[in-house]
């Protein structure tokens, strides 16, 4: 009898594991995927083996993470339809948390001998996928907005090439402005440096790619209800910055580049497409 394929159905695993989080910076190359309600941000770094306590927080210097490690509930690996050659991914849920934080293995081969080892290490139990999904509904209140608010969301992913942001990222791309990109999670902070190649509008989205192809910025214009250009400073660099709310009065994402002289022209795409 031949065995069964492997992650079939999802497995959880101790989240709670002292060297969990150790064992998971020593796996190797990751690509982490942090999603909010507006965006999400797909990047493929090295932890290099290095996972940090920092007060209530757990950090990763090699992929620009931190996590609220009190926050974590839930730890589980499985398979993704969208990815059918990859062994399975590793996936963090966290108290009030509606997207979980994920990390694959870009370069591990069809067998999945690094992941099989983790999760032979960390096995708790099976778990049926509806019954997971289920579980995850209620880490979270639901996300309901008003009727006002859900017909200006339509309009803005209808048309996402009139979303301010893009002529903002067009900039990026044209004059190949390097970017510091930050995206907030309910219990992770994730950062990276992106050299922006392209910007596309597929799908009703607004999606950025890095010129290494090791990076997607993606973002929802539905969800991206405002944007605040201001000029910042940080260890004596004057940068210009864009910070994105949710429809909640939420930052979802910020990012900046060196120089304060966007920061007009960036406001001015703003005015402009303010009816």
């Known amino acids: 009898m031949s065995a069964s394929p492997f992650l079939q159905v999802p497995i959880r695993l101790q989240h709670q594991a002292p060297e969990v989080f150790e064992r998971l910076a020593e796996i190797g190359m990751l690509c982490v995927r942090a999603k909010n309600l507006t965006g999400e ?123 301010p942001l893009a002529p903002i990222l067009a900039d990026l791309v044209e004059l190949q402005l390097p970017m510091h990109c930050r995206i907030r999670g309910d219990g992770f902070d994730f950062s990276r440096f992106i050299e922006p190649r392209r910007v596309s509008f597929e799908g009703g989205a607004i999606t950025l790619n890095d010129d290494s192809g090791e990076c997607v910025l993606r973002v929802d214009p539905a969800q991206a209800h405002a944007l605040w250009v201001l000029p910042l400073c940080s260890d004596g660099e004057t940068r210009s910055s864009v910070r994105i709310y949710d429809t909640f009065g939420s930052m979802n994402l910020e990012f900046s580049v060196p120089d304060d002289r966007f920061v007009k022209p960036w406001q001015g795409y703003c005015r402009a497409a303010c009816p």
Not at 68 to 78: D, I, Y
Not at 106 to 115: I, S, T
Request: one cysteine or more; aromatic letters at 6%; glycine letters at 8%.
């Open 41 to 163: 941000l797909v990047a493929i770094a090295d932890p290099a083996g290095l996972a940090m306590e920092s007060g209530d927080s757990l950090l990763f210097p090699g992929l620009g993470l931190s996590v609220a490690r009190e926050r974590v509930v839930g730890l589980h690996a499985l398979r993704m339809a969208s990815l059918p050659q990859n062994p399975g991914i590793l996936e963090l849920d966290f108290t009030q948390g509606r997207f979980p934080l994920a990390f694959a293995l870009p370069d591990e081969l069809a067998d999945g001998a690094r992941l099989r080892e983790f999760v032979a290490e960390f096995c708790v139990e099976e778990v049926e996928l509806m019954e997971l999904l289920r579980w995850r509904d209620g880490l979270s209140a639901p996300v309901e907005a008003c009727p006002c608010c859900k017909a200006a969301a339509a309009e803005r992913r209808a048309r996402p090439d009139l979303h």
